[in-house]
T-cell receptor, first 111, second 112 residues
Framework: SQTIHQWPATLVQPVGSPLSLECTVE??????LYWYRQAAGRGLQLLFY??????ISSEVPQNLSASRPQDRQFILSSKKLLLSDSGFYLC??????????FGQGTRLTVV | GENVEQHPSTLSVQEGDSAVIKCTYS??????FPWYKQELGKRPQLIID?????GEKKDQRIAVTLNKTAKHFSLHITETQPEDSAVYFC???????????FGTGTRLLVSP
């Protein structure tokens, strides 16, 4: 069966520090991969999505970037975190004509 | 690109009442409309979905309706229970399912 792993679950980082969140999917090939951010009490904002290795689409301008070095690996990065980057980050995957499955999420607090 | 609007942002009902959440979408090419439930601190999970070739779908106490002409779809929960309390998100996706765009969420509170 398919599973999605996202880590870490929680993270506290100082302003200006780098960020790397990793997400891997097992049990499926060539999934669509997504990074969403959820601010406290807010909706799910699509940050990036990828339909294949090296193919990244950015939805909002920001100081975050995403990479897909392998078919089932999706990485969210930042060179210098801002206070406004705090939130709940969710990785998700889907295949054609099916639902999206979410990882457990990473709660990032920038201090 | 696709834009999904969701109303209301909060909804309070008494146990046993019905709850209705409405969403509109902008991209007429969208043809997949899932609904997710997110409990506090947890990941969103699919509760029901509908595709554009169907006008209504029901699963026990939950039903979803779709009006393609008006580009809106709704979630109906009947006989609500306290455990239905959560945040509900609608979403829309294009034909290729390459981009799933979510609404802003509805916080449903069911009081005993």
């Amino acid at each position: 069966s398919q599973t999605i792993h996202q880590w870490p679950a929680t993270l506290v980082q100082p302003v200006g520090s780098p960020l790397s969140l990793e997400c891997t999917v097992e049990g499926t090939s060539n999934p669509n991969l997504y990074w969403y951010r959820q601010a406290a009490g807010r909706g799910l904002q699509l940050l990036f999505y990828s339909v294949g290795i090296g193919q990244i689409s950015s939805e909002v301008p920001q100081n975050l970037s995403a990479s897909r070095p392998q078919d089932r690996q999706f990485i969210l990065s930042s060179k210098k975190l801002l206070l406004s980057d705090s939130g709940f980050y969710l990785c998700a995957w889907s295949v054609s004509r099916s639902e999206a499955f979410f990882g457990q999420g990473t709660r990032l607090t920038v201090v | 690109g696709e834009n999904v609007e969701q109303h209301p942002s909060t909804l309070s009902v008494q146990e046993g009442d019905s709850a209705v959440i409405k969403c509109t979408y902008s991209d007429s090419a969208s043809n997949y409309f899932p609904w997710y439930k997110q409990e506090l601190g947890k990941r969103p999970q699919l509760i029901i979905d509908i595709r554009s070739n169907v006008g209504e779908k029901k699963d026990q106490r939950i039903a979803v309706t779709l009006n393609k002409t008006a580009k809106h779809f709704s979630l109906h929960i009947t006989e609500t229970q306290p455990e239905d309390s959560a945040v509900y998100f609608c979403a829309a996706s294009s034909r290729s399912f390459q981009k799933l765009v979510f609404g802003t969420g509805t916080r449903l509170l069911v009081s005993p």
